[in-house]
Each structure stands twice: as structure tokens, then as C-alpha cells.
């Protein structure tokens, strides 16, 4: 059984959950109210949160671009995490597993794509003093990093 594949079966399972939270939730961006009055917002890709309000996000370039790929992210990672758990599971099915490392491969480049395009609209906003980014943020990047990562350990299995 191909331990390393089934690991990264599990990988990408977490993966998918950081960046359906990453997706769903408003904390992409922040507003720091100590330094700026009538401006405590949380930015997400769909919706913002000023003190007890939520509103729709207005979506511009960079929200379109990271919730396509993000989408198309997560559906080939569904698919690459299905292929490494057959691939690990059964004696024979080593193909499989390949076939799922490099769909993972391509989901974390597509995850990737989705943030850096969203990150480079947004990096002369955040490099105001009083905006940071948010948990979303780092929940995209780090999903995008575990696919990449749960790659090369698919064709590291024997």
C-alpha cells in the first residue's frame, strides 16, 4: 500500500477544507479601526462585515479571478484526492496515484493563480499602515501550498 499517496489523499482533503473556508469566509482583507475611524470592515470575496452589518462584495477584477480559480482549483483537487486514495489503497493502481499527484500539482497552481491575481490588485490597498491581510488569505495560500507539496510525495511512493 502506498502510505506516502494515501497521506497525500489526506492532504488534499484539508486542503479543500481550508480553501472552502478561504472562499466562503470575509477574511480577506482588514481594516485596522485604531488607526482609522468609521472603517472597522472585514473584505471577503463575497461578502463584507462592517461592525454588525454584512453587505454584498462589489466583485471587480480580482474577486472574479480568485473565485474562478479557486473554483477550478477545487474541483481538480477533488479529483487528484480521489485518485491518490485509489492509488495508495489498492496493489496495482501506482498509475492512479501518479495521475493524482500531478492533478494536484495542477490544483495548487491553480489555487496559486487565483490568490497571486487577487494579491497583486490588492497589494497597493494593503500597503496602506492600517490594512492587513486576513485569515482567508492565508487559508487560500496555505491550501495552495499543500497540493503542491502533496504532489512530488505521490511519485515518491513506491
Known sequence: MGILRLGSGGGLVFALIFDIIALSTPGWIY??????????????????VSGNTT????????????ISFQIMGDVILICAAIALCIGGGKKGQEVVGKVGGVLSFV???FIMIGVASYTGLYASFVEEKNV???????FAWTASCICIIAAPLAFIDK
Do not use: H, M
Open 31 to 48: 481594516v485596522n479601526p485604531s488607526s482609522c475611524t468609521n472603517c472597522d470592515y472585514a473584505q471577503g470575496l463575497f461578502q463584507n
Open 55 to 66: 453587505t454584498e462584495t462589489i466583485r471587480g477584477d480580482a474577486e472574479k479571478v480568485a
Open 107 to 109: 490544483a495548487g497552481i
Open 132 to 138: 492587513d491581510w486576513g485569515y482567508s488569505f492565508a
